[in-house]
């Protein structure tokens, strides 16, 4: 069982940067990754990140947004520059024991975070 905890999320302006952080409970080699949920909308995958370092990332935030792993401190992160008002969301931590290949399809991830919240303003 892998307990997840994001931290790292808050309002800021349009153009505006955030780094949001994810520490796991225990030292894993599991695909993890970003996903986010807007008002009435799907999950969405943002980013993610394999064992062997290979990411994915959304169209929509490709050069903007940056995904890492520090093994050391069990804890992912997510930098995110320059934020736009459509990146508003709700972003978890997942984790999956399912697959070990980056993949953004938030259905094949079995470890969640309770999210933190992400508000860009215009």
């Known amino acids: 069982q892998v307990q997840l905890v994001e931290s790292g999320g808050g309002s800021v302006q349009a153009g505006g940067s955030l780094t949001l952080s994810c520490a796991a409970s225990?030292?894993?080699?599991?695909?993890m990754g970003w996903f986010r949920q807007a008002p009435e909308k799907e999950y969405e995958g943002v980013a993610v990140?394999?064992?062997?370092?290979?990411?994915a990332y959304a169209d929509s935030v490709k050069g903007r947004f940056t995904i890492s792993k520090d093994s050391a401190k069990n804890t992912l992160y997510l930098q995110m520059n320059p934020l736009k008002p459509e990146d508003t969301a709700m972003y978890y931590c997942?984790?999956?024991?399912?697959?070990?290949?980056?993949?953004?399809?938030?259905?094949?991830?079995?470890?969640w975070g309770q999210g933190t919240q992400v508000t860009v303003s215009s």
């Open positions: 225990t030292d894993t080699s599991y695909c």
């Open positions: 997942a984790a999956t024991s399912l697959i070990g290949r980056a993949n953004l399809n938030p259905y094949l991830y079995n470890y």
């Open positions: 990140i394999d064992s062997a370092g290979n990411t």
